[in-house]
Nanobody, 124 residues
Framework: QVRLQESGPGLVKPSQTLSLTCTVS???????????WSWIRQPPGKGLEWIGA???????YYSPSLKSRTSISRDTSKNQFTVQLSSVTPEDTAVYYC???????????????WGQGTQVTVSS
């Protein structure tokens, strides 16, 4: 059973950089052909928002609205991928998810495995 687990601080101060890591286990690897590894968030009272993804090849894709502040990387030795979101504001407060899919973007039918989500609050 593929498992994804988010980790990182639950509280970030405004203007700082949010950094979250997703650890993949259960037989799937971030370099497996055909898969994409995404970060998605859900602000309170709102729907899911796709942040960005890294393909099996290492190519990255970002939401246009967040591209200037987002960076996704991976550590293949640990089977982890990480998102960094800079210059955060209270509007970045959300539950953040990592997930695996067959393509990148906000077509949620393409996603087959999700982490449980982690709450991140931006506040001073």
């Amino acid at each position: 059973q593929v498992r994804l687990q988010e980790s990182g601080p639950g509280l970030v101060k405004p203007s700082q950089t949010l950094s979250l890591t997703c650890t993949v286990s259960g037989g799937s690897d971030t370099t497996n052909y055909h898969y994409y590894w995404s970060w998605i968030r859900q602000p309170p009272g709102k729907g899911l928002e796709w942040i960005g993804a890294m393909a099996y090849s290492g190519a990255t894709y970002y939401s246009p609205s967040l591209k200037s502040r987002t960076s996704i990387s991976r550590d293949t030795s640990k089977n982890q991928f990480t998102v960094q979101l800079s210059s955060v504001t209270p509007e970045d407060t959300a539950v953040y998810y990592c997930a695996r899919s067959y393509w990148y973007g906000s077509n949620w039918t393409k996603y087959d495995y999700w982490g449980q989500g982690t709450q991140v609050t931006v506040s001073s």
